[in-house]
Nanobody
Framework: QVQLVDSGGGSVQAGGSLRLSCKAS????????VAWFRQAPGKERERVAD????????DYVLSVKGRFTISQNSAENTLYLQMNSLKPEDTAMYYC?????????????????????WGQGTQVTVSS
């Protein structure tokens, strides 16, 4: 079992920045996928970015490419999401998640249901 604790959300104006953190209670095995998802009211949960634990290959949903950066500090069991140039449409509850990779398929192949561990979420609100 691993527990994930999200933090760093808040309210900012459009164009601002936030850095989300996700602290894991223990080491996440290399090869697992770790990701950030978000869910806005009335919308489905959406994968924002992912990376292989201990790896460097990242992937982003098109709407955040060039603005968000996912990174990890394996020594501190912490996942980050740096969000720049925030837009009102980025407003959502953000969750980190961890799940076992499916063979050699990219982490983007995992559905939310494939992620077994979730943080409690941190709210991001961007005003225009």
């Amino acid at each position: 079992q691993v527990q994930l604790v999200d933090s760093g959300g808040g309210s900012v104006q459009a164009g601002g920045s936030l850095r989300l953190s996700c602290k894991a209670s223990r080491y996440i095995f290399n090869g697992y996928c770790v990701a950030w998802f978000r869910q806005a009211p009335g919308k489905e949960r959406e994968r924002v970015a992912d990376v292989v634990a201990g790896g460097t290959t990242t992937d982003y949903v098109l709407s955040v490419k060039g603005r968000f950066t996912i990174s990890q500090n394996s020594a501190e069991n912490t996942l980050y999401l740096q969000m720049n140039s925030l837009k009102p449409e980025d407003t959502a509850m953000y969750y980190c998640a961890s799940g076992q990779r499916i063979g050699w398929r990219p982490c983007s192949a995992l559905s939310p249901e494939d992620y077994g561990y979730w943080g409690q979420g941190t709210q991001v609100t961007v005003s225009s």
